[in-house]
């Protein structure tokens, strides 16, 4: 089980970005799915999570300029940021719960990350 990020990169403030994170390989469901972000000297912080019926969840430094959106039928979930600000700049991670059998636990994935960078 693979995710991988895409959609980084550098913006201005007041600009946005989509950010995409694929989940592939072999395995039987998806549960939920969320964004995470690490600045620099920072902890790993939750940015937005949802639940495989589409229930959201946001840091409330996030709420009112991002929106977190996931398409079952392609395993991908997406964060779409507006009105972004320096202090959004991070690495952005994908994390999924995973079932990789239909008997077998529910486990944590994590992408490698894709980093934002907010700047004039």
């Known amino acids: 089980v693979q995710l991988v990020e895409s959609g980084g990169g550098l913006v201005q403030p007041g600009g946005s970005l989509r950010l995409s994170c694929l989940a592939s390989?072999?395995?039987?469901?998806?549960?939920?799915m969320g964004w995470y972000r690490q600045a620099p000297g920072n902890q790993r912080e939750l940015v937005a999570s949802?639940?495989?019926?589409?229930?959201?969840n946001y840091a409330d430094s996030v709420k009112g300029r991002f929106t977190i959106s996931r398409d079952n039928s392609k395993n991908t979930v997406y964060l779409q940021m507006n009105s972004l600000k320096p202090e959004d700049t991070a690495v952005y991670s994908c994390?999924?719960?995973?079932?990789?059998?239909?008997?077998?636990?529910?486990?944590?994935?994590w992408g490698k990350g894709t980093l934002v960078t907010v700047s004039s």
């Open positions: 994390n999924a719960q995973i079932r990789v059998r239909f008997y077998g636990p529910e486990m944590d994935y």
């Open positions: 390989g072999s395995f039987f469901s998806i549960n939920d």
């Open positions: 949802i639940s495989k019926g589409g229930i959201t």
